[in-house]
Structure formats: structure tokens, C-alpha cells
């Protein structure tokens, strides 16, 4: 149980346009979601918190017009980027918390590689 | 003082030793702690969870926690060369009711045949 599927995987885009990235709950239903952007030999950055049905609260710096992040249904996120640049190039992982919230298990997708040529 | 300390170590141990991963914490009232294991190139996976003072165990992996000291750590005894990875503390934070986790940067292990 509480397999978090992420997609796409790997996404290879010219610089301007904007990018969509899925991440779906399959087996439970999850009331909250994070997103994060890894760098190269860094750690995970929290970027935003989805809750479903409202408005996502992101972390000091994430700049919110460009990372737009719905989260629309108990089984659906999704993060676009827009107007990505080289810059934006990274790691993105999505994570849901799962049924039992007081045990505060995130699980996580298995990311999308960003390349913004 | 950075929230979720770890060394990064790389920590190199032979095969079939125990390899000792340590982690501190700022936040005195957190509940919630976290071992995530990383592969290069991967997303994290959940290796243990623990919540109350002690050890808890499961198949190779110990986890410890001492919530005095704001201190825990990973044991993984006859480590493997597969174990070798990116090892992810992670903190729940109290002034957060969503929860959200704080990690640290993560203990490179490396397991030599």
C-alpha cells in the first residue's frame, strides 16, 4: 500500500514554455502532498505544501506564479512550472502523507529530472 | 544552528559491519522522526519510523532515539554493498499540523566488498 505515482519521469523542455508534473496517490486517498526540488548532492527543499481543495502554502522563496500547484482531488497534485529556464533544472518529488495522519509517513513518487535547455 | 543535523560524510565501512548513521535535531517538541534511504538518481523510500524514546528494530535496520539528548540514529548491521546510498534523517516539526518534515542533508554510506 500507499504507492505515490509521479510522472512523467524525465522531461527535456525549451527554455519559455511551461511544464506539468503529476503526482497521484493509488491506493489511498491524501488529504495533503509536498512538493520538492533537489539539487545536485543536496538535500530535499521543501517547495510547497497541497492541501486538497485549497490554496497550497509555499516555502520563503518559492515564488508561487511561477511553481503552480493544484491539488484538485484526494488522489491528485500537480506542480507547472512555468516559463522554466535553465535555472529551474532539477529534481522535483512529490510526496502524500497517507491514511493514518498521525503517523505523519510521507511517501514519496519517484521524481521528475527536469532538463530546461 | 541548521534544524536537522547529519554528517555527510562519505561513511565507508567493509561488508558485513555495522554501520552507525547519527542525526540531531533542533526542535525540541517533535514528535515524528524518519529514515529515508536515497539511491543516486532516486527518490527517497521510508526505512524506518519512530516516534517514542528507545529502539525499535526491523530485519537489519535498528533505529534509536533519545529525545533528551534531541539525538537518533540508524544501525545497519552486516551492511551490504547495497546498502550503500544517501541516508535521509527527517524531523517532524511541531509548529506544523500538516506534516511537514524537515530533512537533513543526508550521510553518504558506502558498503566495500
Known amino acids: 500500500g500507499a504507492v505515490v505515482s509521479q510522472h512523467p519521469s524525465r522531461v527535456i523542455c525549451k527554455s519559455g514554455t511551461s511544464v506539468k508534473i503529476e503526482c497521484r496517490s493509488l491506493?489511498?486517498?491524501?488529504?495533503?502532498m509536498f512538493w520538492y526540488r533537489q539539487f545536485p548532492k543536496q538535500s530535499l527543499m521543501l517547495m510547497a505544501t497541497?492541501?486538497?481543495?485549497?490554496?497550497?502554502?509555499?516555502e520563503q522563496g518559492v515564488e508561487k506564479d511561477k511553481f503552480l500547484i493544484n491539488h484538485a482531488s484526494l488522489t491528485l497534485s500537480t506542480l507547472t512550472v512555468t516559463s522554466a529556464h535553465p535555472e529551474d533544472s532539477s529534481f522535483y518529488i512529490c510526496s502524500a502523507i497517507g491514511t493514518d495522519l498521525a503517523k505523519n509517513i510521507q511517501y514519496f513518487g519517484a521524481g521528475t529530472r527536469l532538463s530546461v535547455l | 544552528q541548521k534544524e536537522v543535523e547529519q554528517n555527510s560524510g562519505p561513511l565507508s565501512v567493509p561488508e558485513g559491519a555495522i554501520a552507525s548513521l547519527n542525526c540531531t535535531y533542533s526542535?525540541?517538541?517533535?514528535?515524528?522522526f524518519f529514515w529515508y534511504r536515497q539511491y543516486s538518481g532516486k527518490s527517497p523510500e521510508l526505512i524506518m519510523s519512530i516516534y517514542s524514546n528507545g529502539d525499535k528494530e526491523d530485519g537489519r535496520f535498528t533505529a534509536q532515539l533519545n529525545k533528551a539528548s534531541q539525538y537518533v540514529s540508524l544501525l545497519i548491521r552486516d551492511s551490504q554493498p547495497s546498502d550503500s546510498a544517501t541516508y535521509l534523517c527527517?524531523?517532524?516539526?511541531?509548529?506544523?499540523?500538516?506534516?511537514?518534515?524537515?530533512f537533513g542533508q543526508g550521510t553518504t554510506l558506502q558498503v566495500k566488498p
Open positions: 491506493d489511498f486517498q491524501a488529504t495533503t
Open positions: 527527517a524531523v517532524s516539526l511541531t509548529s506544523s499540523n500538516t506534516g511537514k518534515l524537515i
Open positions: 526542535d525540541r517538541g517533535s514528535q515524528s
Open positions: 497541497s492541501n486538497e481543495g485549497s490554496k497550497a502554502t509555499y
